[in-house]
């Protein structure tokens, strides 16, 4: 399986809203709504930030928000702040029990 | 409370071998998939292994014929056993739990270092 895409950068300033993308194929991102989105601080263990596209696991901030159109996902991040500077990964169930990895996007809070 | 322990990682000479252990607690472990995911210094997440509830298995091209994983469910264990290592195996090992049936890796250890070096 081909890796996800991610565009490498992305960057805000506090209180604005920026957007993540995840491009895949019609065998994962596309055929599947089971993305999920990962959040990595320097030093640290990647994070569940969203799941099944849209849904937010208990404790993750309604900041956070998923959606996807055909073979793109997106995470969206509202009214930004300092702590939110972080990279983020994509994954999609690719099915057989498989996942496909994006190659991260580095999150800059201006 | 979900944790994941892991443990076993060091400074290897190339071709050698490594077991890393990954000790799990506050859920069925029995029930659940369990994988090895990977970050090389500077670089992205990179799924390597997996072990499935039912015992099926899944191992990255990168590593196929060279990694084993292994679960051990009356001790809530799962095992990575590295062999023939190579530099670029270099990384900081994630135990997390998850695929499952969406995907999800919802739980994820602190990570052990392994470093391919002579």
């Known amino acids: 399986q081909s890796a996800l895409t991610q565009t490498p950068s992305a960057s805000g300033s506090p209180g604005q809203s920026v957007t993540i993308s995840c491009t895949g194929t019609?065998?994962?991102?596309?055929?599947?709504?089971?993305v999920s989105w990962y959040q990595q601080h320097p030093g640290k263990a990647p994070k569940l930030m969203i799941y099944e596209v849209t849904k937010r696991p208990s404790g993750v901030p309604d900041r956070f928000a998923g959606s996807k159109s055909g073979n793109t996902a997106s995470l969206t991040v509202s009214g930004l702040q300092a702590e939110d500077e972080a990279d983020y990964y994509c994954t999609s169930y690719a099915g057989g029990g498989s996942v496909v990895f994006g190659g991260g996007t580095k999150l800059t809070v201006l | 409370e979900v944790q994941l322990v892991e443990s076993g990682g060091g400074l290897i000479q190339p071709g050698g071998s490594l077991r890393l252990s990954c000790a799990a607690s506050?859920?069925?472990?029995?029930?659940?998939?369990v994988s090895w995911v990977r970050q090389a210094p500077g670089k992205g997440l990179e799924w390597v292994s997996a072990i499935y509830r039912g015992g099926r298995t899944y191992n990255g091209d990168s590593v196929k014929g060279r990694f084993t994983i292994s679960r051990d469910n009356s001790r809530s264990m799962v095992f990575l056993q590295m062999n023939s290592l190579r530099a670029e195996d270099t990384a900081v090992y994630y135990c997390?739990?998850?695929?499952?049936?969406?995907?999800?890796?919802?739980?994820w250890g602190q990570g052990t270092l392994v470093t391919v070096s002579s």
């Open positions: 997390a739990r998850g695929p499952g049936l969406r995907g999800i890796f919802d739980y």
């Open positions: 019609s065998s994962d991102v596309g055929g599947y709504n089971y």
């Open positions: 506050g859920f069925s472990f029995s029930d659940n998939d």
